[in-house]
Every structure is written in C-alpha cells, then in structure tokens.
C-alpha cells in the first residue's frame, strides 16, 4: 500500500505542475490577445482578466505542489559538509532536490505574480515591453514537477533506508545485525 501511495503522490505532484504549466503558458497567450500599442521598446496595453485567473491558477497550483512534496517527502537535514559526503545518494539526492526545487519555486511563483498582477484591473501599464513572465513561470512550472519527484522519491528511500537494520562487526570478529 506504501508504494502505491508513493506512486499516486508523485503522479499528483506532475499532474499539479503540469497543469499549472499548461494554465501559464495559457495565460501568456491570452495576455498577448489583449489590445496594445508598441512603439519601439516602449509599449502601452489594457489587461487582461483572463491572463489574470489563469497567471493566479497557475501560481497556486505551482504552491499546491510544493507543499504536497515538501510535507509528505518529509525532513532531510545536513548540517554540515561532513554530513553531506557521509550521507548515503539517497540523501545527497533529495538535498539536491530540495534546493533546486526551493529555487524553482521562488523564481517561477515570481515570474507568475509579476506576470498575474501586470494583468490586475486596476492597471492599464505602460512602458518597456517586458513579456514572456506567464510562459517562462509556466515552463518553470514543468521543471519544478521534475525536482519535486524526485526529492518526494529520494527523501522517502533515503527514510526507509534509516529504518532498515545496520551490519556491525562485534569483537569477536563476526558480523551481527543490529537495529538502530
């Protein structure tokens, strides 16, 4: 049942990130329907509310996705350096993968705000033509399901492999198990 679960967990952690993918490329698109004005790097556009739900859409469903892999993938901690080169690849894994995918998350939940409130109501902007934040959060959204299974995926074997039985050498030489 614990695999099973493990597997829905990791499907529901791309589902989420695919999605969210999907609804901010989607909101860049209809960001780009919106009547605008260029005038050479300068330009002037109404919002767009559509661009706005699904630029929000699509930044919820990126946190959604975190928090699901970060709670239920659990705690790994390394202190130091020393830790980390001791640490078997499990770990040394789902460490990696948790500080890319923290990374992930802070530029590509950055991206899809400033994109979702460039599209707010209340702001008509004009000035530097600055596009593609709604595209580049959602493709961000792509790259961060990837990190985030596969921290959920190291983090849990990197737990069950601290559960399992230690082989020791007592003093008299033979080996014996023993449970920490």
């Known amino acids: 049942m614990a695999r ?5 967990v990791c499907l529901l952690i ?7 993918g999907i609804l901010g490329i989607e909101a860049e698109i209809a960001q780009n329907k919106v009547k605008h004005l260029k005038m050479w790097i300068f330009e002037c556009r109404d919002p767009s509310y559509q661009a706005f739900k699904l630029g929000l859409a699509a930044a919820i469903l990126l946190v959604l996705a975190h928090t699901i892999a ?11 350096k020393q830790d980390y080169s001791k640490a078997t690849a499990n770990k040394q894994l789902a460490v990696a993968s ?3 995918s923290w990374i992930i998350l802070a530029i590509g939940f950055s991206m899809l705000i400033i994109g979702t409130l460039s599209n707010s109501r209340s702001r008509k902007s ?5 596009h593609r934040f709604l ?3 959602g493709i961000l959204c792509l790259v961060h399901g990837l990190f985030s299974v596969a921290y959920y995926v190291s983090a849990t074997a990197a737990q069950r492999e601290e559960k399992l039985p230690h082989h020791n050498t007592n003093p008299s030489g033979s080996h014996s198990t023993t449970s920490v």
């Open 14 to 20: 791309m589902l989420m990130d695919i999605v969210a």
């Open 98 to 100: 948790l500080i890319f």
């Open 126 to 130: 004009c000035g530097i033509a600055h």
């Open 70 to 80: 970060q709670v239920l993938g659990g705690c790994i901690c390394i202190w130091s």
């Open 135 to 137: 595209s580049i959060g």
């Open 4 to 8: 099973n679960l493990g597997v829905i």
